[in-house]
């Protein structure tokens, strides 16, 4: 079986309520030089993501952060911003989208 690239989890509102109010959360998958999405965007609503495998990298308008395994990072979504797998080999994060 394989499975699909994103897969929709449910977390407690209340985990979170010192970032916003949670309005989606997934796994994301993100194949050896895979990004999502494809290009920076914005949008009304921060994300945490929350790498468990791999290494992820963001392009946070001219910036390049690195996210490391067992680590986490907020993106403010009015920021130009991109997600990268930034290793030879998958990289799983959860990302959980707050407002």
């Excluded at 194949?31 to 949008?43: A, I, V």
């Excluded at 308008?61 to 080999?89: C, M, Q, R, T, Y």
Aim: net charge negative; glycine share 6%; charged share 25%.
């Amino acid at each position: 079986m394989q499975l699909p690239q994103i897969i929709k989890i449910s977390l407690p509102k209340s985990c979170f309520e010192s970032v916003g109010e949670i309005i989606a959360e997934a796994i994301v998958y993100i194949d050896l030089n895979g990004e999502r999405p494809h290009e920076k965007h914005t949008h009304d609503h921060n994300h945490l993501f929350i790498v468990t495998k791999g290494e992820a990298k963001i392009l946070l308008d001219n910036e390049e952060i690195i996210v490391k395994k067992d680590d986490a990072f907020i993106v403010d979504g009015s920021i130009p911003h991109s997600v990268w797998n930034n290793l030879d080999s998958e990289t799983v994060m959860i990302g959980i989208s707050v407002k």
